[in-house]
């Protein structure tokens, strides 16, 4: 029998055991764990008032804030499925997430509504089903608190398996349409215990949630401190505020919190005396990843974090953690990503032809993680692509060295880590290939001081059309999420595309050359 708890039943546990302790909070509201409990089972009440079924899906649709740890439990409790959604995403790609993951409730902040009122009538989402929180909420939508008040007090308690999906995560896709990755409780339990387990976390812990919380890093980190009774304060600032960071790890006494490059650039690009006022001796350990931190970038953290210890994650929304490059090695070993993780079993890289690589060798990197994902939602060939009997795999190619070190050579079919988010080429270049005057494009990530990569776009014209770069960044501003946008565009004859026989474009080629450029 699998007894594992979800998050719903940790919560639980926690407001029985610490019923006063702070489970979670942001700059507006805090929550004791016996608070916690008490508003999300109120809550998965209220939504089961609605008439939603186990199993059926709630789109989530806010920025961060201290609303996503109670539904997140309310959504376990109540057996339905989690379907975050990045805020930052236009109502057309909104639609398509809702519409491919047969959402049954959309749960939104009110000041993201604006995304969704464009698009409802093409949704089959009754309306009582649209639910909104914060001081805005228009009369056309549920009330959320008013959900939570009334809720029927009434209802039969839902058995919730731990193999029932808690969580469908989409990820951009190298089509251009993203894939809905299935997560079961039973999969974010272990990811949860398993990060306990290697980064020495405990219920003493108080972590900071910098990373959106539609992300899959902040979503198995909250289920981590929450599983160990611990405490997460959430950064609910609509932007990233470097100041208020420090101010934030030091207030709070914040012993973890994890960010990318760019997080770190910042906050220790500001001036020594605005440093020099907090004290952040609290934290012991930092989190770096989604993106390759610079040498200069490690040795200042490490000088300003002076009780911190420094880690580094490769992973996957698909796979869970990976690899770790641990603290004793982030000098040593710059450049990797580290070696295998708690509980992520062995590595293979492996030919087009499904055999092991020598050491040295490139290779697609497969993993063999007791809390994989079940597989991409309505998408069986994705499925089967990503999977080489129990091996997982979402098409990164790398290189281990005689040590056993992982070198990342291409990342997921030459996606961008622009600040953080995931951009895949084939999505942006849809977009500015549907332009009138361009004939081709390739989409690639160049270096970028402050978000690491930036998004650029090199453009083949048709034969005497004229277009100018910023009319081609006009163009995509309706149609995609600002971090998706190129940032700069430069143009090229058709002979001097890289290609394949096939006529396919070698992105590798043209970073090359435009790196050679450069």
């Known amino acids: 029998m699998n007894l594992l708890m979800n998050i719903s039943q940790a919560v639980a546990t926690h407001s029985r055991l610490t019923p006063h302790k702070l489970g979670a909070r942001d700059s507006r509201r805090a929550l004791s764990f016996e608070q916690w409990h008490h508003r999300a089972t109120q809550l998965a009440s209220g939504l089961r008032g609605l008439g939603l079924q186990k199993g059926d899906k709630v789109a989530l649709l806010a920025y961060n804030c201290v609303e996503w740890m109670e539904i997140y439990a309310a959504l376990a409790r109540a057996g339905l499925v989690a379907v975050p959604v990045n805020f930052r995403l236009m109502s057309s790609e ?119 919380m539609c992300h899959a890093n902040s979503l198995y980190f909250s289920h981590t401190f929450t599983q160990l009774g611990a405490t997460c304060i959430i950064d609910d600032r609509k932007s990233f505020d470097a100041e208020a960071l420090l101010q934030t790890l030091a207030v709070e006494k914040v012993t973890f919190t994890s960010l990318v490059p760019t997080h770190y650039i910042m906050m220790l690009g500001l001036p020594t005396e605005v440093k020099a006022k907090y004290d952040v001796s609290a934290v012991e350990k930092l989190m770096i990843s989604s993106a390759p931190a610079r040498r200069d970038t490690k040795l200042a953290i490490m000088a300003f974090f002076q009780n911190a210890k420094l880690h580094e994650l490769y992973g996957s929304t698909e796979a869970g953690w990976v690899t770790l490059l ?87 079919s030459n996606m961008i880590i622009s600040g953080g988010e995931n951009v895949y080429p084939s999505e942006v270049e849809g977009v500015i290939g549907a332009h009138p005057k361009v004939k081709d494009v390739a989409v690639l990530g160049v270096p970028h001081e402050k978000w690491g990569e930036a998004v650029h776009a090199v453009v083949v014209l048709h034969d005497q059309a004229q277009v100018s770069a910023q009319e081609l960044i006009d163009w995509c501003k309706s149609q995609i999420a600002g971090y998706k946008r190129p940032q700069s565009i430069s143009f090229v004859d058709d002979v001097d595309m890289p290609r394949t026989a096939t006529g396919k474009i070698l992105h590798r080629v043209l970073r090359q050359k435009m790196a050679e450029v450069a």
Request: proline residues 5%; charged residues 25%; aromatic residues 8%.
């Open 326 to 412: 641990r603290p004793d090695e982030q000098l040593e070993r710059m450049g990797t990503v580290g070696r295998e993780w708690a509980g992520s079993g062995a590595i293979k890289l492996l030919d087009a032809d499904g055999h092991e690589v020598k050491d040295g060798e490139v290779g697609e990197l497969f993993s063999r993680t007791p809390y994989v994902f079940d597989g991409y939602w309505k998408n069986p060939e994705k499925t089967a692509e990503a999977f080489h009997g129990d091996w997982c795999s979402v098409g990164d190619m790398a290189i281990r060295d005689q040590d056993g070190y992982i070198h990342l050579v291409d990342r997921k």
């Open 94 to 212: 909104i639609e398509y997430i809702a519409e491919h993951s047969d959402a049954a409730a959309i749960i939104a902040q009110d000041d993201l509504i604006d995304r969704v009122e464009p698009i409802k009538s093409q949704l089959k989402i009754p309306n009582k089903a649209y639910i909104a929180f914060g001081d805005k909420v228009p009369s056309n939508w549920t009330n959320y608190e008013d959900l939570i008040r009334f809720a029927p007090t009434d209802l039969a308690p839902i058995d919730v398996s731990p193999t029932d999906m808690s969580a469908l995560m989409y990820t951009s896709g190298t089509t251009g349409k993203p894939k809905g990755a299935m997560r079961s409780h039973e999969g974010s339990t272990m990811i949860a215990l398993a990060t306990a387990l290697e980064l020495g976390f405990s219920s003493k812990d108080t972590a900071l949630l910098v990373m959106p």
